[in-house]
């Protein structure tokens, strides 16, 4: 559980800020999509060869059955796994990387693409790896290259500043690291002009450049990797739902003047309006119902581990 504003940055955080799905290196349908769907969703009981549930997620025809090529907004398997209110795979989200995996081979086309051993998009120089900006980038430039003195908002010496990922655009040219001054200065031969971090500051360690490589290989995006969605297992108050109703309510449907008249403290509280269908209704934004909370929406996964809880009886 993450504090609410964070939440609404992930929500949006699928989009490609403004760099078109083309221009990223191709996704390969046979080694980096079709796993998704036939491990995920092609599954003995959901979307197996039979067309369990109306669709067959196990081969490239069956698959094109939810996907409008070009278009991931419009496509049924896109909208099922980043919904928020019927959401596929019912117990788990996808996480994100996989998410965007699909997104980018629908936008690109959807294309029954095939690659060599070797040939994917997300395969690194050193194995398989998702680099996203929050979790792998943005440390690796604050601790080492926007410090005071160097590349930070401050001082920006010779006009370069990576405190921010704007900035950090300015320095990569997406999907091609081998012509990103970032990346070439941090692979330069040692002690020559252009190598950072200069001494008397470390290089950096070689899996720091390997994530370096990766996430500008795959399109220097500045995504979140969010936590896979573990919706798995026994739902409970104090577990799972407490928290979100402490980070994300409380505020306003506290002990005094609660907000509508609705008191979210204890357990008993939220499942009176859970069984009245408001608290579903607002979570879900909606219509006939007040979306809450009002400025921005819960994650999908918060909302599913909600829904769980109903379903699984108020535990
Ligand atoms: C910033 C204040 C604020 C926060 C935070 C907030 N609410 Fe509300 N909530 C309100 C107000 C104000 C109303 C009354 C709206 C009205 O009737 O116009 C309301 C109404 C509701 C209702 C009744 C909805 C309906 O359609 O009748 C529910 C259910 C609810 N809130 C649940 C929640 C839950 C669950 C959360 C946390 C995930 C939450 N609220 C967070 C201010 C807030």
């Known amino acids: 559980m993450i504090g609410g504003g964070f939440m609404l940055f992930m929500a949006s955080s699928c989009k490609h800020e403004g760099i078109p799905a083309d221009q990223f290196p191709e996704v390969c349908f046979q080694t ?28 490239y025809s069956g698959i094109m059955k939810a996907i409008t090529a070009g278009n991931a907004d419009k496509s049924k398997a896109y909208q099922a796994i980043t919904s928020t209110f019927q959401l596929m795979p019912p117990n788990n989200a996808l996480p994100i990387d996989k998410r965007t995996t699909i997104r980018l081979w629908i936008e690109q086309g959807a294309k029954e693409t095939t690659c060599g051993s070797t040939g994917s998009a997300v395969t690194t120089k050193s194995g398989t790896l998702w680099a996203c900006y929050d979790r792998d ?143 579903l ?4 934004r909606k219509s006939g119902y007040k979306a809450m909370p009002p400025d921005y929406a819960l994650s999908t996964c918060d909302v599913r581990q909600v829904e769980l809880w109903i379903n699984q009886g108020y535990n």
């Open 32 to 59: 980096e999509v079709l796993p998704i769907f036939q491990n995920s969703c092609g599954t003995t009981g959901c979307h197996s060869s039979g067309g369990g549930h109306g669709y067959n997620f196990t081969d």
């Open 281 to 284: 209704g607002a979570l879900n």
């Open 137 to 279: 980038i943005q440390p690796i430039l604050m601790s080492s290259c926007a410090v005071s003195g160097c590349h930070n908002a401050t001082t920006h010496k010779d006009g370069v500043d990576f405190s921010s990922y704007a900035k950090t655009l300015e320095r990569i040219k997406p999907g091609n690291p081998g012509t990103s001054p970032l990346y070439n200065s941090i692979t330069a031969k040692q002690n020559s002009d252009n190598f950072m971090p200069p001494a008397p500051y470390s290089p950096l360690s070689k899996a720091a450049i390997d994530t370096i490589y990766s996430w500008i290989k795959r399109g220097g995006l500045n995504e979140e990797c969010a936590s896979p969605c573990d919706t798995t297992g026994a739902i409970n108050y104090t577990s799972h739902i407490q928290s979100i109703i402490e980070l994300d309510c409380v505020s306003c449907h506290g002990a005094n003047n609660p907000s509508g008249g609705i008191k979210l403290l204890t357990a008993s509280d939220v499942q009176t309006v859970a069984k009245s269908g408001k608290l």
